[in-house]
């Protein structure tokens, strides 16, 4: 789960250096990189932080660790998490407003039909895809970026028009459960399950 997420959050933060330097004929990458400076980074209920008094469990604080991991590639790269609750109530209004602006984080938690319908065609997101089948030298195993997303995980976010606004952060999966005695009583194959949710339904 680690390797996973950290290949996620680098293939974020490389992209941010990316289009952070459009005056770059071509992206340069590993050490060799040549953007310096912060980046501001809001990962919403997974933003790392210390734990509370009033916390159940401790809080997601792994992008920490994938911060300094990235950070002794590029030493000249400082990362700043903002906390969950700087954003205020409402977070949409928030975003807006920054992205408006010009000055929202550099990597920010955003659903993708919110960016897909609103940001993206607005003119506010880049485009990512022509990042995405550049070589990866990052992820050991992974070609190039797009690679490290599977096809279940990746064309789900697509825009309308195939667009890449945003790098998948998590994935939520919503599991079936049934009791094949019950199936049986009703006179269905316990051992053959629908396989759409319209089967399901009959």
């Known amino acids: 789960m680690r390797k996973t997420s950290l290949a996620v959050w680098i293939v974020s933060l490389l992209l941010v250096c990316m289009v952070a330097v459009p005056a770059l004929s071509a992206p340069v990458?590993?050490?060799?990189?040549?953007?310096?400076?912060?980046?501001?980074?809001?990962?919403?209920?997974?933003?790392?932080?210390?734990?509370?008094?009033?916390d159940r469990w401790d809080p997601p604080q792994y992008a920490w660790q994938i911060a300094a991991d990235y950070q002794k590639i590029h030493p000249k790269v400082e990362i700043e998490f903002l906390d969950e609750t700087?954003?205020?109530?409402?977070?949409?209004?928030?975003?807006?407003?920054?992205?408006?602006?010009?000055?929202?984080?550099?990597?920010?938690?955003?659903?993708?039909?919110?960016?897909?319908q609103t940001y993206g065609p607005q003119g506010l997101l880049v485009d990512l895809r022509e990042y995405l089948s550049?070589?990866?030298?990052?992820?050991?195993?992974?070609e190039t970026w797009g690679d490290?997303?599977?096809?279940?995980?990746?064309?789900?976010?697509k825009g309308p028009n195939g667009e890449h606004y945003v790098v998948v952060g998590d994935v939520v999966v919503t599991?079936?459960?049934?009791?094949?005695?019950?199936?049986?009583?009703?006179?269905?194959d316990p051992d053959r399950t629908p396989e759409t949710f319209g089967e399901w339904l009959e």
């Not at 490290?148 to 976010?157: A, G, L």
């Not at 599991?175 to 269905?188: C, E, H, R, S, T």
């Open 134 to 142: 550049l070589p990866n030298p990052y992820a050991e195993g992974f």
């Open 29 to 54: 990458f590993g050490p060799e990189a040549e953007f310096e400076g912060k980046l501001t980074i809001y990962l919403q209920a997974y933003a790392p932080r210390e734990r509370r008094a009033t």
């Open 148 to 157: 490290i997303f599977t096809p279940q995980t990746w064309d789900p976010v």
């Open 86 to 116: 700087s954003t205020g109530e409402n977070y949409d209004t928030w975003l807006r407003t920054r992205l408006i602006g010009r000055n929202a984080p550099d990597i920010f938690w955003v659903q993708n039909f919110d960016a897909n």
């Open 175 to 188: 599991p079936w459960f049934y009791n094949k005695d019950i199936f049986a009583a009703a006179g269905l």
